[in-house]
C-alpha cells in the first residue's frame, strides 16, 4: 500500500541530509514499527508522511498514487498522532473531538455517530463531558489517539503512544490498535519500547542516521540478532543495540 | 461544520474558559477608563466642579487693596477659603494640601501697584498642578492690571464705567466641537484610550493559545489534518477581531451609561458616530496582526507576555495613552507619532473631539491597516520559516 523510493531529504540545501536513500514497501493492513535512536530520522520520516514535510515527486506513493500532489494526499485518508497531548486541555473531551472532526469536514449530521465511535475505540465514552486537563495520563493517551481515529484513517501514524501511561492504560491502547489493524488499517508505530513493538508489529524497521538499517519480519530480524547477554537470547533490543551502537545519544 | 466555523468556536471556547485573559481584555481597561477619567476629570473641565482653594492675607488696607480681595474671591475658579491664621500657620496649611495657593497682599500695595512693582505675593503648595498654577497666575495678574488701569484713568470721564466691566463680557467663547455647545472632556480622552490600550492587549491571550498550539503539536496535528497557514492564521484573526469589537462595544457603554450615572460626564460620539467603526476595524486588525507576530517571535508563553507587555506599554505610554499627546514636548509627540496606538487614539479623537467625518480618519485608518498588513506578512514569512525549520 505505502511505496517509499530513494528518499532523501535534509532541511536546507546546504544542511546535512536528515534521510537518506530510504526504501520501504509497507503492505496494507500491517502494523509497521519503525524503531531507531533520537536524531534517527524517525520523525522526519513521519512528517514526510503525515504531509507537514512536501515530498519530492516519485518518492512516495500510497495506493500507487504520488503523494507529492496535494489530491492524492487528501484522498489517502491517513491521521498523525504526535507524542505530545495534542490537544485543547482547557475544553472538554467532547468540545475536543468536535473540534477536531470539524477542521477535517466531517458533516454534521455524521457528527455525533463519528464522536460516539471515537470515544467508544477509545474507551472515552463515560468521560465525554470532562475537561480534558482533568484526565489521567491514561486517558490523556487515549483522546490523543480517539482524535486520531475521527476521519476513520486507512494510515495511522502513532509515534510514540504508550510514553508515560500505566500498564492497563498501555495495554488498552496496544488492544485497541491492534484491533484497527484487523479492520483494516495500515499502522505505523514508533516508539522506544521494544517489547511493544515485538508484541504489536508484523513488519519492523530499524533506522539511524536517516537510513533504513534492517527491515522485516520480526522472526527475520530476530534470526540475526546477537544474543542478549543478561537474558541470554536474540531480542530485537539486542540488534536495535547492536546495530545502532551502544553509545548514547542526546 | 465548516473549517472556520470550528476554528472560531474553538478559539472564542478557549478565551472563555481563560479567566486571566477576560481580566486582562475586559476588566482591566474598563477599571482604568473609570480611574482615569474621573481622576483626570478636573485637568479636561474647567468647569464649575473645579475650585481653586487659597487662602488671602491683607498685610495692607485700603480701598484698592479690598477691591482686590474682593474681585480676586469672585474670580472662577478660584475660592477663596476664609481663615483666621497667620502667614506661617497658612503656609503649613498649604503644605498639607488644605488649599493650592496662599495670597499676601504686601504692605504698601497700593504704592507698589501704582508703580508697577510686586504688590502681591502667591504661595503654591507643593501638590498643585502646573495647570492649576498657571490658571491662579493668570487671574491674580488680570486682576492686578485692571485694578491699575482702572487707578489710571479713574479721573478720564466716560471712561470708567466700560473698565468695570467684567472680562467675560468683553470676550465671547466658542468650541468648534459641535453646534450643541457640548466639551470634550475627560471621558473623551479616557475611554478610546484605554480601549486601544485593551485591544492591543489581545497579544497575551492570542500568542498564549498559539505557543501552547506549537509546544503540544496541536498546530502540526493540525497542519496533519490539511489545515494551511491562511486558515489558521484566519481561525485566529476572526474570533480575536470579535473580542475587540466586543471591547469596543463595552468600553463605549461604559462611557456612555456607566460614567455619567457615577456622576462623571457623558461620553459624546460626535456627529459622526460611523468613523468609529471604520477606526475600531483598522485598530482591532492591526491588534490582531500585531498579536500574531508576537506568537511567532517568540518561542515560549514567559517570553510572549514579555514582549507583548513591555511594547504595548511602551506604545501607550508614546502614543498618548497614558499621558495625553498635548502634555508632551514637541519632540515626544513627534516620537509617539509613530505608535499605532496614537494613529487609533487620532482615529478616534476625529470623532470624539474634532466631530469630524469618516474622511478625516482615514490618513489615520490607512496607517493602521498599512501596520497590520506588514504584520501579518511578517507573521506569514515566520510561520513558513518554523514550519520549514521544524517540520
Redesign the interface.
Known amino acids: 500500500m505505502i511505496s517509499i523510493r530513494q528518499l532523501e531529504f535534509s532541511?536546507s540545501p546546504a544542511a546535512r541530509p536528515v534521510l537518506k536513500g530510504i526504501d520501504l514497501e509497507i503492505p496494507e493492513n500491517a502494523l509497521f514499527g519503525l524503531l531507531g535512536p533520537n536524531g534517527a530520522g524517525k520523525?522526519?520520516l513521519l512528517?514526510i508522511l503525515?504531509?507537514?514535510?512536501p515530498c519530492p515527486a516519485g518518492c512516495l506513493f500510497v495506493d500507487g498514487r504520488d503523494m507529492s500532489e496535494a489530491d492524492n494526499?487528501?484522498a489517502a485518508r491517513?491521521?498523525?498522532v504526535?507524542?505530545?497531548?495534542?490537544?485543547?486541555l482547557?475544553?472538554t473531551v467532547r468540545?475536543n473531538l468536535?473540534?477536531?472532526?470539524?477542521?477535517?469536514?466531517?458533516?454534521?449530521a455524521e457528527?455525533g455517530a463519528r464522536i460516539h465511535e471515537a470515544a467508544g475505540q477509545t474507551g472515552l465514552e463515560g468521560r465525554l463531558d470532562s475537561r480534558a486537563g482533568k484526565l489521567s495520563g491514561g486517558l490523556k493517551r487515549r483522546l490523543n489517539l480517539a482524535?486520531g481515529l475521527l476521519?476513520r484513517p486507512r494510515l495511522l501514524l502513532l509515534d510514540e503512544p504508550t510514553v508515560g501511561i500505566d500498564p492497563h492504560s498501555r495495554h488498552f491502547i496496544l488492544e485497541t490498535i491492534r484491533q484497527l489493524g484487523r479492520n483494516g488499517t495500515t499502522v505505523i508505530y514508533t516508539s522506544h519500547y521494544m517489547e511493544e513493538v515485538e508484541e504489536l508489529c508484523d513488519q519492523i524497521a530499524i533506522m539511524d542516521h536517516g537510513q533504513i538499517l534492517r527491515k522485516g519480519t520480526l522472526t527475520e530480524l530476530l534470526a540475526e540478532a546477537p544474543q542478549n547477554t543478561r537474558r541470554r537470547e536474540s531480542t530485537l533490543e539486542s540488534l536495535f543495540l547492536d546495530l545502532t551502537t551502544r553509545g548514547l545519544r542526546d | 461544520?465548516?473549517?472556520m466555523?470550528?476554528?472560531i468556536?474553538?478559539e472564542l471556547?478557549?478565551l472563555l474558559?481563560?479567566p486571566h485573559g477576560l481580566l486582562l481584555l475586559f476588566v482591566m481597561p474598563a477599571v482604568f477608563v473609570l480611574i482615569m477619567t474621573f481622576a483626570l476629570q478636573n485637568q479636561y473641565a474647567m468647569s464649575s466642579d473645579v475650585h481653586l482653594d487659597f487662602y488671602l492675607l491683607s498685610e495692607h488696607d485700603s480701598g484698592l487693596s479690598r477691591a482686590f480681595a474682593r474681585d480676586l474671591a469672585n474670580t472662577s475658579p478660584l475660592n477663596r477659603v476664609p481663615t483666621e491664621a497667620g502667614w506661617e500657620e497658612m503656609q503649613a496649611l498649604a503644605q498639607a494640601d488644605e488649599v493650592k495657593f496662599l495670597v499676601r497682599i504686601k504692605p504698601g500695595f497700593d504704592d507698589l501697584l501704582i508703580q508697577r512693582q510686586p504688590a502681591v505675593e502667591i504661595l503654591f503648595a507643593p501638590g498643585t498642578s502646573p495647570v492649576f498654577a498657571s490658571v491662579a497666575e493668570g487671574r491674580v495678574m488680570e486682576l492686578l492690571n485692571r485694578l491699575y488701569l482702572r487707578y489710571r484713568l479713574a479721573s478720564m470721564p466716560g471712561v470708567q464705567s466700560s473698565l468695570e466691566a467684567q472680562g467675560e463680557d468683553l470676550l465671547e467663547t466658542r468650541s468648534l466641537y459641535d453646534d450643541s455647545g457640548a466639551m470634550p472632556s475627560s471621558v473623551q480622552q479616557n475611554v478610546p484610550a484605554w480601549l486601544l490600550f485593551a485591544m492591543f492587549f489581545i497579544a497575551v491571550p492570542l500568542s498564549t493559545t498559539l505557543i501552547n498550539e506549537r509546544?503540544?503539536?496541536?498546530l502540526?496535528?493540525?497542519?496533519?489534518?490539511?489545515?494551511g497557514p491562511v486558515k489558521l492564521l484566519a481561525g485566529k484573526v476572526v474570533p480575536y477581531f470579535v473580542v475587540n469589537l466586543v471591547q469596543v462595544v463595552v468600553l463605549f457603554l461604559i462611557g456612555l451609561y456607566l460614567i455619567p450615572l457615577l456622576g462623571g460626564d457623558k461620553l459624546t460620539l460626535g456627529a459622526h458616530p460611523e468613523g468609529l467603526i471604520l477606526v475600531s476595524v483598522a485598530a482591532s486588525l492591526a491588534a490582531v496582526s500585531y498579536a500574531l507576530l508576537v506568537a511567532q517571535i517568540t518561542s515560549t508563553i514567559e517570553q510572549a507576555t514579555i514582549v507583548s507587555g513591555v511594547f504595548n506599554i511602551i506604545m501607550a505610554a508614546l502614543g498618548g495613552v497614558m499621558v495625553p499627546s498635548f502634555l508632551m514636548p514637541e519632540t515626544m509627540q513627534q516620537i509617539g507619532s509613530f505608535s499605532p496606538m496614537a494613529w487609533g487614539l487620532n482615529g478616534f479623537f476625529d470623532i470624539l473631539l474634532r466631530n469630524g467625518t469618516v474622511t478625516d480618519t482615514l490618513p489615520e485608518v490607512g496607517a493602521l491597516l498599512g501596520f497590520a498588513a506588514l504584520m501579518l506578512c511578517l507573521t506569514v514569512w515566520r510561520y513558513r520559516r518554523r514550519?520549514?525549520?521544524h517540520?
Open positions: 532541511y520523525t522526519t512528517s503525515a504531509g507537514l514535510i494526499r487528501s491517513l491521521s498523525l504526535p507524542q505530545e497531548y495534542a490537544f485543547y482547557p475544553l468540545e468536535t473540534f477536531f472532526a470539524g477542521v477535517q469536514g466531517v458533516p454534521k457528527l482524535i476521519n | 461544520m465548516g473549517v466555523k470550528a476554528l468556536r474553538k471556547l478557549l474558559r481563560d509546544q503540544q503539536g496541536t502540526l496535528r493540525l497542519r496533519s489534518m490539511g489545515i514550519a520549514a525549520e517540520g
